[in-house]
């Protein structure tokens, strides 16, 4: 499969950085934010899906017949990482709507601070797909680093990972367990705080996406 070179890709495309502005408004409404998380999310799945592999089908144009391209290879797999990881999850779904879907469920223990895992489903042959894991904010990096260590386990060897805001913290973390791991975002902020949030942020994503507190 190809692959995406670096380990960081900032997408700076106008438009992105347009509605992410708005996102990160505390005034946006949650229909609003939710709609255009649904909108970026297919602006960023453009570029996850960078150098996929291709192959070419016979096809009888209404001019003539032609070997037109088309992708190669087993469906790949989305990954929500639960619970926001599935406003990603649903415009990402749109573009290429034959993806195979699994969820990872990570809760943080507040004695240990470290993820606990209570859910995981995934599909099967993960060795054989490229596999996008989705979460809108790489905070502290734990959490990804936790889930990505769950679908490695899961037989997966290709794997990206899609997030809306990374912080320099999480992208550490990233590249010091997952170095084999690109990252594709649409902004890199500037720190988390003492809470773990991204700074300048947008907040709690998925309070935000969910109309929650
Ligand atoms: N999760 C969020 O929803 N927001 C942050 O800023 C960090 C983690």
């Given at each position: 499969?190809?692959?995406?070179?670096?380990?960081?890709?900032?997408?700076?495309?106008?438009?992105?950085?347009?509605?992410?502005?708005?996102?990160?408004?505390?005034?946006?409404?949650?229909?609003?934010?939710?709609?255009?998380?649904?909108?970026?999310?297919?602006?960023?799945?453009?570029?996850?899906?960078?150098?996929?592999?291709?192959?070419?089908?016979?096809?009888?144009?209404?001019?003539?017949?032609?070997?037109?391209?088309?992708?190669?290879?087993?469906?790949?797999a989305l990954i929500s990482?639960?619970?926001?990881?599935?406003?990603?999850?649903?415009?990402?779904?749109?573009?290429?709507?034959?993806?195979r879907v699994g969820f990872v469920?990570?809760?943080?223990?507040?004695?240990?601070?470290?993820?606990?895992?209570?859910y995981f489903k995934v599909p099967e042959a993960m060795e054989?797909r490229?596999v996008?894991a989705?979460?809108?904010?790489?905070?502290?990096?734990?959490?990804?680093?936790?889930a990505?260590?769950l679908l490695k386990q899961a037989g997966a060897?290709?794997i990206?990972?899609?997030?809306?805001?990374?912080?320099?913290?999480?992208?550490?973390?990233?590249?010091?367990?997952?170095?084999?791991?690109?990252?594709?975002?649409?902004?890199?902020?500037?720190?988390?705080?003492?809470?773990?949030?991204?700074?300048?942020?947008?907040?709690?994503?998925?309070?935000?996406?969910?109309?929650?507190?």
């Amino acid at each position: 499969m190809s692959e995406i070179i670096q380990h960081l890709t900032v997408v700076e495309h106008p438009l992105i950085q347009h509605k992410l502005t708005i996102m990160r408004d505390k005034a946006t409404p949650t229909a609003v934010f939710r709609q255009l998380l649904r909108e970026i999310s297919q602006l960023l799945a453009y570029e996850v899906t960078r150098g996929l592999p291709m192959t070419t089908k016979r096809i009888e144009t209404p001019m003539q017949e032609m070997d037109a391209p088309t992708l190669a290879g087993k469906k790949l797999a989305l990954i929500s990482i639960l619970r926001a990881g599935n406003g990603l999850l649903d415009g990402v779904l749109e573009l290429i709507p034959s993806a195979r879907v699994g969820f990872v469920g990570l809760y943080r223990d507040e004695e240990t601070l470290q993820p606990v895992q209570y859910y995981f489903k995934v599909p099967e042959a993960m060795e054989d797909r490229l596999v996008i894991a989705v979460d809108p904010m790489l905070a502290t990096g734990n959490s990804s680093a936790a889930a990505v260590d769950l679908l490695k386990q899961a037989g997966a060897t290709n794997i990206r990972f899609l997030c809306l805001l990374a912080s320099p913290e999480g992208v550490a973390r990233m590249k010091e367990a997952h170095p084999d791991v690109p990252i594709v975002t649409a902004a890199l902020d500037e720190a988390i705080d003492a809470r773990g949030y991204i700074v300048p942020g947008l907040g709690d994503a998925g309070d935000r996406m969910f109309g929650t507190k």
